[in-house]
C-alpha cells in the first residue's frame, strides 16, 4: 500500500461568499491522491469511526464520508443509504471538542443537502442542534467559519422543508436574531438570505404574535416579523455595502409580510409627535422605569434608517433601497399611510449622480402611477373623477398648455417624456407637504442642501406641473433669495455659486412653462422697477428670475402681459443704473421678451 495515500495537508483560512457554498475552501483534510472506494456494507463502520474518541480517526472518517458525498461518481442509490445512516451522526457532531471536524461535518452535511431530498426525519433532531450551537448571544460556536457553515445548514434545510419549518419558527427566529448580530458579515449575509426565504414560505408564521408588551394604552402585539426587523437594524448600517443591500432586500421582505406597520415605518424614519417631548429630557440624572433607573446614556440613539439609507455611498444599495420603496408604496396592504412618509425617499432618487439610478427611479414613479390609476379604477367612488379628467381634462386650459409645453420644451433626464397620470397624480396629492421645507432648504447655509433642494423642486414642478400655482408666490420669492445670495457669493469668488444659481434658474424656468404669468409679474415687477428699496443684487437677482419664468413660458400666455412687462422695465430707475450686472440682466429679460 502506498504509505502517501493516506498522508494529509492543511488548507488555508475558510474565506467564503454567502452566495456558493459549493466554492468554500476547507479548513480539515485534503489528499495528496488517491480516494478509498466505497460500499453500502462499510458505511455501518463509519458510524462507529464517527463517534470515535480518537480525533484522528473521526477526522479521516469524515474525509471519506466528504469523498463520498461529493464525488460525481457516487450512485445515487448508495448517496440516500449513506444519508439514511449517516446523516443524524453527522448532526451530532456539531458539539465536537475539535474546530476542524466540527467544519468537515458541516461540509459533508451540506453535500448531502444538495444531492438527498429524503431530509424530514432529520428535522426534528438539526434545529434542536443548531439552536444549541448559534441560538444563544453569545454563541456556542466560538468559530465564525463554522457559524457559516450553520446557517448554509439551516438555509438547505429550509428550502427542502418550507412547510415543515413552520413548526419550529420560535427556534429559527432565536437563531436568526443571535446571527444578525455576527461579527462575521458572510454570516449576517446568510441571515438576510434566509429571513427573505421564510418571508416567502411561511408568511402567516412570520406575521403571528410573539408576545405583548405594557403600554400607556395597555397591553400591544408584538409580532415576528418586527422582532426579526428591530434585530436587523444594525446590519442596516454595517460597514460593508454586500451586508447593507441584502440587508435592504431582506427588509423589504419583512414588511410586506405585516398587514399594520404604522409602528415599524415610524420606527425607521425615527419619527416622534412635534408637540411632545419626553419626559427623561428634563432630567440628566435619568428616570425610573420599571423598577430601575435609565440614564440618558443608557438609550439608543434613534436613527433614520431610509434617510441613511437614501443617501448611502453605494449604488448598489441605492439601488435595491428604490427598489424596496416602491415594493413598499404599491403592495403594502396600508400603503396608504405611508404615501406621504415614503414618497420623499422615492423622489430623492431622481436627483442621484448616477444616470441609471435616476431611471430606475423613473420606472419606479411610473411602475407607483400605474398601480394608483388601477386603484382609483377599482374604487367607485375615485372612478368617475378619473374619467372625467380623461374625457374633458384636455380641454381646460392648463392642461393645454401643459401638453404644448411637454411637446415643445426639452427637459433634463430621465424626463424623455411626459409622466404618466397617475404618477403625476401621486405626487400632487403631497405637493403642499413638501414644498414647504424645500422652499426653506433652498436658502440653507450648506450649498449641498441647496442645490439638493433646487433640484427636488424642478421634479415636483414637472410631476404637478399647473398645479404648482397655489405656491409660486413662496417659490418665486425663494427663487429671488436665492439667485440673489448667489451673485453675491459669485462675487467673492465662490466657485459652487454659479451651479447653483444656474439650477435655481432652471426651476424658474419650468414654473414658467406651466403657470400663468399673472400669477407672479405683480410679486417680480415691484423689484424689477427699482419701487422698493432693495440692494442691487437683489433687483440683479429678481431681474434674473423674472428673465427665466418669461423664458420659459408660452407665448399665448405671456402675449396679454407683454405690455404690462414691457412698461415696468422701460423706467429711468433702471435704464439710468450704472451697475453692469444690473443693465446685463435687463438685457437678458428683455431678449426673453422678444
Not at 155 to 162: A, F, N, T, Y
Not at 355 to 366: F, G, I, K, Q
Not at 381 to 393: A, M
Request: aromatic share 6%.
Amino acid at each position: 500500500k502506498n504509505p502517501t495515500a493516506n498522508r494529509i495537508v492543511e488548507t488555508a483560512e475558510l474565506k467564503v461568499s454567502y452566495t456558493d457554498a459549493k466554492m468554500l475552501q476547507g479548513r480539515g483534510l485534503n489528499p495528496v491522491r488517491g480516494t478509498d472506494s466505497y460500499d453500502a456494507e462499510s458505511l455501518q463502520q463509519e458510524v462507529t469511526m464517527l463517534a470515535s474518541e480518537d480525533m484522528g480517526k473521526r477526522r479521516a472518517a469524515l474525509f471519506r464520508v466528504q469523498q463520498l458525498a461529493t464525488s460525481p461518481q457516487t450512485p445515487q442509490s448508495l448517496l440516500s443509504q449513506a444519508w439514511e445512516i449517516l446523516g443524524l451522526d453527522l448532526f451530532k457532531l456539531m458539539g465536537d471538542p475539535v474546530e476542524r471536524c466540527r467544519d468537515m461535518a458541516m461540509r459533508c452535511l451540506l453535500a448531502f443537502l444538495d444531492r438527498v431530498t429524503a431530509v424530514a426525519h432529520i428535522l426534528p433532531v438539526a434545529i434542536p442542534c443548531l439552536v444549541h450551537r448559534v441560538g444563544s448571544s453569545p454563541p456556542e460556536e466560538a468559530s465564525e467559519e463554522v457559524r457559516l457553515l450553520l446557517l448554509l445548514v439551516l438555509s438547505r434545510v429550509i428550502s427542502l422543508l418550507p412547510k415543515q419549518i413552520g413548526e419550529y419558527m420560535e427556534a429559527v427566529s432565536d437563531i436568526l436574531g443571535v446571527a444578525l448580530q455576527d461579527s462575521n458579515p458572510s454570516v449576517r449575509k446568510e441571515a438576510c438570505q434566509i429571513i427573505s426565504m421564510l418571508c416567502s414560505v411561511q408568511r402567516d408564521k412570520m406575521k403571528a404574535v410573539v408576545r405583548y408588551e405594557e403600554t400607556r394604552v395597555g397591553p400591544e402585539a408584538r409580532y415576528r416579523y418586527g422582532e426579526l426587523i428591530l434585530a436587523l437594524k444594525p446590519s442596516l448600517r454595517h460597514k460593508h455595502a454586500s451586508v447593507r443591500t441584502v440587508a435592504v432586500c431582506a427588509l423589504g421582505s419583512l414588511l410586506l409580510t405585516g398587514d399594520k406597520n404604522l409602528e415599524v415605518v415610524e420606527e425607521l424614519v425615527a419619527w416622534q409627535q412635534p408637540n411632545i417631548i419626553p419626559i427623561w429630557h428634563f432630567f440628566s440624572g435619568g428616570t425610573w422605569e420599571d423598577g430601575r433607573l435609565v440614564t440618558p446614556e443608557e438609550r439608543g440613539v434613534r436613527h433614520n434608517y431610509l434617510a441613511l439609507l437614501a443617501g448611502d455611498k453605494s449604488v448598489q444599495v441605492r439601488e435595491a433601497f428604490i427598489m424596496m420603496l416602491v415594493d413598499w408604496m404599491t403592495r403594502l396592504k396600508d400603503r396608504w399611510d405611508h404615501e406621504a412618509r415614503l414618497l420623499p425617499y422615492l423622489l430623492n432618487g431622481l436627483t442621484d449622480e448616477i444616470p441609471h439610478l435616476r431611471s430606475v427611479c423613473w420606472e419606479a414613479m411610473e411602475r407607483l402611477g400605474q398601480t394608483h390609476e388601477e386603484e382609483k379604477n377599482n374604487n367607485d367612488r375615485d372612478k368617475q373623477e378619473l374619467r372625467d379628467f380623461r374625457e374633458y381634462g384636455h380641454r381646460a386650459p392648463a392642461e393645454a398648455n401643459a401638453q404644448e409645453r411637454w411637446n415643445t420644451c426639452v427637459h433634463e433626464p430621465p424626463f424623455s417624456r411626459r409622466p404618466r397620470l397617475g404618477a403625476r397624480m401621486v405626487v400632487r396629492n403631497n405637493f403642499r407637504r413638501l414644498i414647504p421645507t424645500l422652499v426653506r432648504e433652498l436658502n440653507e447655509w450648506q450649498d449641498a442642501t441647496r442645490t439638493k433642494s433646487a433640484q427636488l423642486i424642478y421634479y415636483l414642478t414637472l410631476y404637478c406641473e399647473h398645479w404648482v400655482t397655489g405656491e409660486v408666490l413662496p417659490m418665486v420669492q425663494a427663487f429671488v433669495k436665492c439667485a440673489t445670495r448667489c451673485l453675491e457669493e459669485m462675487a467673492l469668488g465662490d466657485p459652487e455659486a454659479k451651479a447653483l444659481l444656474s439650477q435655481v434658474l432652471l426651476c424658474a424656468q419650468t414654473v414658467g412653462e406651466f403657470v400663468d404669468p399673472a400669477a407672479y409679474l405683480p410679486l417680480l415687477l415691484p423689484s424689477a422697477r427699482g419701487e422698493t428699496e432693495e440692494s442691487t443684487d437683489r433687483r440683479c437677482g429678481a431681474l434674473q428670475v423674472l428673465s427665466a419664468l418669461v423664458r420659459g413660458c408660452s407665448p399665448s400666455w405671456l402675449r396679454p402681459q407683454l405690455r404690462v412687462t414691457a412698461f415696468a422695465l422701460d423706467g429711468l430707475a433702471v435704464w439710468d443704473s450704472r451697475d453692469p450686472r444690473l443693465s446685463s440682466s435687463l438685457a437678458r429679460c428683455a431678449r426673453g421678451l422678444v
